[in-house]
Structures are given as structure tokens and as C-alpha cells.
């Protein structure tokens, strides 16, 4: 028997690939793209003041005080041992490849013909972006990864599993130790699943599987600082949102909130305010450490004036959908770039230089292009961008296909789009991971519910099966 189980593998590995080949030549295509990426690039992007602070972490494996928890320190912490930032993007760029399989994947099973599944997984495998995110020590590619990987398990059968839903709580719990944005999108999921009745058991499981990592961590960082939550600095965020629209004479701030008001220093962007020294917050007495007044007066602010703050928000969600994508700050470069040349670490402190060389010794933060790979890289970013309008079109037709299973990926790309702005700023890094979710509630829109695989429920008597690899094939 376990012969003949090796040849039913073996011969299916040669048709499998056949069915899938255009979606085959895309993975290779890509594949070839991140090695050229890693040859025209190197040794991979350290940014200041992101980068360093992740490899502080993970050197010295603990919670992070500010902005986001300490998930994407672990997997630095984990690659350790290679002591290289190379290691380091090359385990990002095999996140990224995985990342288009779970979605072609998905896909193929829930009934989607094999080219709208094969082109949903185009902008994650050969967008210039991705390709740019993956070469950077920054937590965005774990991030994208584990939410895709949470909602591709979520959706994988029309009746959820114990198991199933207690890997996408986990996953969702991952993801927000990662940026803490995800966090609502836990919330969501388990609103979701409480509508459709998956049973008692199945939702207990996956808010289970939830909240416990996210109760053990803020546990954690209880011991360390003192505080029971995840990060700290939220409150500074949304005060930030609301200097955009702010004033005080319709909110009417307590006199301990009143010097959190717009004092005149003017940013062209909200998280400017964050950083700013002449803002409010770094004017006041401990500066961002006034964190709970912040959100008192930005709570306060959003109730006094919710017709301005809706505004400011939907105004920067919309730059998302610009052609020629947007300068926001306007001191930036709109998202990253391949460029050619030596990119030196200026105005990083020499004890952060220290911990990049702890990390990964010999590394100097020097980042350079290396011809003729870059070369390449340079021409080929700029068709392979996915500009604003298409966005926006992949969204809305996500949208149209809310009953035929496109709610979980829509609505959490929706999230995604829009709660970092909510909560913060807009920014074209925070739109990534909106992309590779939009892309599959697109692609199930196309879905024939007749070609979709028919799923045991509980109770079916189980029958033997030999499809091997082509299981997870449909009809193109």
C-alpha cells in the first residue's frame, strides 16, 4: 500500500504543474525577481529609526514600550544565528512567494477559474512595491503574510473547522503582535463568525486562540513596564489624527487637556505632529509620555467635531487612489524606490550602529546598488506599480461579490485601508497589505458557485480521495 500511495504522488506531481503552468511561470518569474532583487541590493535596507530599534529588540528579546509589540523582533531574534541582514530579507522574500501561494491556493479551491486566480497573485509576486518591502528590515512582509495567511484560512471551506478557526484567531493574534492594527480585525473576524453560527465551541475556540497570545503578552510587558496592554503611544497617535481638524472652542478641553491644543505649528500631515518639536505634545512636560490625556483630548475632539474628523479621514484614504501616488508627508519619497548609488546612514547614533554590527557584525547600515541588477530593478518599478485607480477598481470589485464569499477579504482590506488613517495617518507603506486581501475578494467575485469543490460537513461519510496535488484545481 505504501508504494502504491508513492506512485499516485508521483504521478500527479507532472500534471499538477501542467494545470497550473501559467501560475507556475509566475512564481519562477517571481522567484527570479527576488534574487535579483538580493543581487542588485545590498545588503538589504536598515532604516533609522524602525530598523535598528527592531534589531535592539531582538538582541535583547522584550516588549517594546512604543508604537507596535514586539512580533517582528521574534523572527529577527529567531534568524539570529545567520548573523546577516541578508538572511534576513531572503526569509522576508520566501514570505512574500508563500504569500502568493496561499492566495492562488485559496482560490483554486473556493472555484475560481485558474487564470483570476493566477492573476490575483500578480501584484504580491511581481510588484516593484513588494519586492522594495521585502528587501527592508521592517515588520510589513511578516505582517502582510500572517494576515493573508489568517483570512485564506478562515475562507478555505464554506464550514469552518475547530482546527480552522483556531489557526486564524492565532494568526490574527500574530499579526497584531506584529502592528497593533490588526487588532480589529480579531474583533471582526469573531463578529463574523458569532453571525454566521459557526456553534458555540468553534467561536470559543478561535477567540480563544485569539486572546491568549495577546493576554500572555500584555502580561509581559506588565512585568517590564508596569502596565497591562500591548504598546503604549496610542493615545499620542489619534491625538496627532485630530490636529488636522482640531478646535478647541467646539471641544472645549478640561484646563490638564488645554495645552494638547493646535498652538499654531502647522504639519502638512498628521503623524507629522508625533515628531514635531514645536507640537503641543513635545512642548508639554514629558512630552509624548502624556499618553491618556492625548486620547482623553482626542476622544474629545472626534465627539465635538465628527463631521470634520470623517473629513480629514476619508480626504487622506483618498490619496490611496491617486495615479501619481502622492506625497504625504511631503518631505518623503511617496512609498520606497530602487535608486542607484550608496545610500550611508546619516544622522544614526553610533550606539545603533553598535547593534547593527551585534546583529549582523560588519554590517555598517551602507546600502548599494550593484549592477546591472539595479539597473534592471530601476526601469522595471515603474510599470510594475500598481497605481491608485487600479486599487480602487479591484476594491470595487471585491465589493460586488459579497455573496458569492468575498466579505472576509473585502472587509478586511477595507479595514486595512482605512484604520491606519483612522487611528493615525495615511501612508503608502500601510496600503501594502490591503492589496493581496483586495485581490482575492476580487477574484471571488469571478467565482462560478457550481465549480466550487464540494466540502465535507460534519457527519459526511469520508471517502477515499487520490486527487494529490491537483485537489486543489478547478476548471479555467
Not at 522576508?92 to 502568493?100: E, I, K, R
Not at 551602507?366 to 500598481?386: H, K, M, N
Request: charged share 15%; hydrophobic share 50%; proline share 8%.
Amino acid at each position: 500500500m505504501p508504494t502504491l500511495s508513492k506512485k499516485v504522488v508521483v504521478t500527479h506531481w507532472p500534471a499538477a504543474i501542467a494545470r497550473h503552468r501559467v501560475f507556475a511561470v509566475v512564481v519562477v518569474l517571481a522567484a527570479v525577481l527576488r534574487a535579483v532583487t538580493m543581487l542588485g541590493y545590498r545588503p538589504g535596507r536598515v532604516y533609522w529609526y524602525d530598523s535598528y530599534t527592531y534589531l535592539d529588540l531582538a538582541l535583547n528579546l522584550r516588549p517594546r514600550e512604543e508604537l507596535q509589540p514586539s512580533g517582528y523582533p521574534f523572527l529577527l531574534w529567531l534568524l539570529r544565528p545567520f548573523h546577516s541582514i541578508e538572511s534576513v530579507v531572503a526569509a522576508q522574500h520566501a514570505l512574500g512567494l508563500a504569500t502568493g501561494l496561499m492566495i492562488y491556493a485559496v482560490l483554486c479551491r473556493r472555484g475560481v477559474p485558474r487564470w483570476a486566480a493566477t492573476l490575483a497573485t500578480v501584484p504580491v509576486l511581481l510588484d516593484g512595491q513588494m519586492l522594495q518591502l521585502e528587501q527592508a528590515v521592517l515588520s510589513d512582509t511578516l505582517f502582510i503574510f500572517l494576515v493573508v495567511a489568517a483570512v485564506v484560512t478562515l475562507i478555505w471551506s464554506p464550514r469552518l473547522s475547530v482546527r480552522a478557526g483556531a489557526a486564524g484567531g492565532a494568526l490574527l493574534a500574530l499579526a497584531t503582535l506584529t502592528r497593533t492594527i490588526a487588532l480589529p480585525l480579531l474583533g471582526l473576524a469573531l463578529l463574523y463568525l458569532a453571525a454566521r453560527r459557526v456553534g458555540r465551541r468553534r467561536l470559543a475556540v478561535a477567540a480563544g486562540a485569539g486572546l491568549l497570545p495577546l493576554v500572555l503578552y500584555a502580561g509581559w510587558y506588565d512585568m517590564e513596564y508596569g502596565r497591562f496592554t500591548l504598546v503604549s503611544g496610542d493615545g499620542v497617535a489619534l491625538w496627532a489624527r485630530t490636529m488636522t481638524f482640531a478646535d478647541c472652542a467646539q471641544i472645549k478641553p478640561p484646563p490638564a487637556e488645554a495645552a494638547l491644543c493646535p498652538n499654531g505649528s502647522w504639519q502638512d500631515a498628521a503623524s507629522e505632529y508625533v515628531w514635531a518639536p514645536d507640537s503641543p505634545i513635545n512642548r508639554m512636560p514629558g512630552g509624548r509620555a502624556n499618553g491618556d490625556l492625548a486620547r482623553s483630548f482626542a476622544v474629545r475632539a472626534v465627539l465635538a467635531q465628527p463631521l470634520d474628523y470623517a473629513g480629514s479621514v476619508a480626504h487622506d484614504v483618498s490619496l490611496a487612489f491617486h495615479w501619481t501616488p502622492a506625497r504625504h508627508p511631503k518631505r518623503v519619497t511617496p512609498a520606497f524606490g530602487f535608486a542607484k548609488g550608496r545610500l550611508e546612514p546619516v544622522g544614526v547614533p553610533a550606539y545603533a550602529l553598535h547593534v547593527l554590527d551585534a546583529y549582523a557584525p560588519g554590517a555598517t547600515g551602507t546600502y548599494r546598488s550593484v549592477e546591472p541588477y539595479s539597473g534592471f530593478l530601476r526601469a522595471y518599478q515603474y510599470p510594475a506599480y500598481l497605481r491608485g485607480p487600479f486599487l480602487a477598481a479591484i476594491l470595487g470589485l471585491g465589493a460586488l461579490g459579497l455573496r458569492r464569499g468575498s466579505l472576509v477579504p473585502w472587509g478586511a482590506a477595507t479595514a486595512l485601508l482605512v484604520l491606519p488613517v483612522a487611528v493615525l495617518d495615511f501612508d503608502h507603506r500601510y496600503v501594502l497589505p490591503v492589496v493581496p486581501l483586495a485581490c482575492v475578494a476580487a477574484a471571488l467575485s469571478l467565482r462560478r458557485p457550481s465549480e466550487a469543490p464540494s466540502v465535507p460537513r460534519a457527519g459526511d461519510p469520508v471517502r477515499p480521495s487520490h486527487a494529490g496535488l491537483g485537489a486543489i484545481s478547478s476548471r479555467s
